[in-house]
């Protein structure tokens, strides 16, 4: 098992010991240094937990205390990286796969955030940027909003009047692969490769799909756009990679863009599966951006938007406002997004999919950050300023003028942090410069609102928004604390028979979630 080269390894505020057999036995493995064993241990490691959550504790603990708490996934990405670069790239060396410094930094990072530390507790600025980089690993989450939100996404919000942009088509023309192929072959590949617990992609059972996605043809493509061999791994990871000293951690891993590696045999490993379904669903946002550019950012902005709508459209006890234009003729403006009323209270909603880019998160850009901030967050807020004191005035939605009024900021980024100090200290800066009052508001990425759409009821939504919002000791942390700790929310019935539909057609089960 490629269990790394730690002793101890602390995990929140539990610590794993690798036992002494199991630690000989992985570092005499280290030193005969077989690519293909390791990668296969690796993959078999990621299947087991999918598969059988309680077999896979059942064999960790054999190699470590406290098998429950089991690496995730950015940790075995890391590991494949060691892997295929540990003979031609200084920063990894042959006995250390990798060395506890790495790892430890690692855990140190992600495994103890906790939700429930005062943001005033952190004003550094380099600790922002250092934790913050979780957005450039994947998630650890289930599986289960993110197909369905990308299949909605690309397919069902396509018909904007006057942004049509058609997805599948142009998704084809940039990569030579309908997007439909891609991502269903992608979850198929992933069924298999998961199904017998051993990471490997058995392409001559493809045929047990019967779907016309599994030309050949489509196949080969597929393999030529998401995978690589150990040669075109280094050669991706030299091009991309040069951490900085305590940076290590947004050093580039090419299993991201390719998470399938072709093995010396000639067979496909899928080392961490997860990440082959995130290539083929998240993924896509950035080969078409890459492609077309502002052309299709623009688009998703339209289809973003209506997509957050037909979430929360249908939620008892709630009642949802489109967005409206008004105002005097030469100076039109724009209502929020979407309003959700109910009773005396009214939530305001912006969206935007503007996201962070890398540099925003790294200290020596900070420039960087200040404008993504600029042209993101701040942009909402200020149009959720003006549109507040334009009901105030009652120039529009008059029956609002006395509600207790919520301004909510919905990305399509993930929103940790983005409650925090640092950020609201810029959007004030920016509602000053421009002679605005400042505004109490608060951010949710699309996977809260996923789950906040899930309410049962719609006043148990905006109680969960308000009260979050109103607690000084709280109103800085992400949305998704919030809700994890109130019962009444469910899988939003949209979502759910999507992704059931997609795993009746991939045969997929759902303990692969």
């Not at 299993?255 to 045999?265: H, M």
């Not at 209502?335 to 020596?364: F, M, Y």
Request: with cysteine; charged share 25%.
């Amino acid at each position: 098992m490629p269990l790394v080269r730690l002793q101890p390894l602390r995990v929140g505020q539990n610590t794993c010991l690798m036992r002494g057999d199991a630690y000989r036995a992985f570092c005499n493995k280290v030193k005969e240094f077989q690519p293909d064993a390791l990668l296969r241990a690796v993959a078999k490691t990621s299947a087991v937990r999918i598969m059988d959550r309680s077999r896979f504790h059942r064999v960790f603990s054999q190699y470590f205390r406290h098998g429950e708490f089991a690496l995730p996934d950015f940790i075995l990405a890391e590991i494949v990286k060691a892997t295929l670069c540990i003979e031609d790239k200084p920063y990894y060396k042959r006995a250390k796969i990798p060395t506890d410094r790495n790892l430890s930094y690692l855990h140190h990072l992600y495994l103890e955030v906790d939700a429930e530390t005062k943001f005033e507790e952190r004003e550094d600025i380099d600790t922002f940027f250092l934790r913050s980089s979780a957005l450039q690993f994947p998630s650890q989450g289930g599986l289960w909003q993110l197909i369905p939100r990308t299949l909605l996404l690309h397919s069902t919000t396509t018909a904007v009047t006057g942004r049509n942009f058609d997805v599948s088509r142009r998704f084809e023309e940039a990569l030579g692969i309908p997007l439909a192929s891609y991502t269903f072959l992608g979850a198929s590949l992933f069924a298999l490769a998961i199904a017998a617990n051993d990471g490997v992609l058995h392409l001559d059972q493809l045929h047990l799909f019967d779907l016309p996605e599994h030309d050949s043809r489509v196949v080969e493509k597929f393999l030529t756009l998401v995978s690589t061999d150990q040669e075109g791994f280094l050669r991706l990871c030299l091009e991309r990679c040069d951490p900085q000293p305590g940076l290590e951690v947004y050093d580039y891993n090419p299993l991201i863009a390719r998470p399938v590696v072709r093995l010396s045999t000639g067979q496909y490993s899928l080392p961490v599966p997860r990440l082959l379904i995130e290539r083929v669903t998240s993924g896509v946002y950035y080969d078409l951006a890459s492609s077309f550019g502002n052309e299709f950012l623009t688009y998703l902005g339209h289809a973003y938007q209506r997509y957050i709508g037909r979430l929360l459209s249908g939620i008892p006890n709630l009642t949802v406002l489109s967005e409206e234009e008004y105002g005097p003729r030469k100076s039109r403006r724009l209502s929020p997004d979407w309003i959700l009323t109910s009773g005396s209270r009214a939530v305001l909603l912006e969206c935007k999919t503007k996201k962070l880019r890398l540099g925003s998160r790294l200290p020596q850009f900070r420039e960087q950050f200040q404008e993504d901030v600029q042209a993101g967050i701040a942009t909402a807020v200020r149009q959720l300023r003006r549109s507040v004191d334009d009901i105030r005035r009652r120039q529009v939605f008059p029956s609002l003028g006395e509600a207790d009024l919520l301004p909510l900021v919905v990305t399509l980024d993930h929103a940790y942090m983005l409650n925090g100090n640092m950020i609201r200290r810029i959007v004030d800066g920016e509602l000053k410069a421009e002679g605005l009052e400042s505004l109490d508001y608060q951010v949710a990425s699309t996977e809260e609102i996923e789950s906040l759409a899930g309410a049962r009821d719609g006043r148990l939504l905006l109680d969960v928004l308000w009260a979050k919002a109103r607690a000084t000791d709280s109103r800085e942390f992400d949305l998704a604390t919030a809700i994890q700790k109130t019962d009444g929310f469910e899988n939003h019935p949209l979502l759910r028979s999507t992704y059931l539909a997609f795993l009746d057609k991939v045969r997929l089960t759902p303990e692969t979630k």
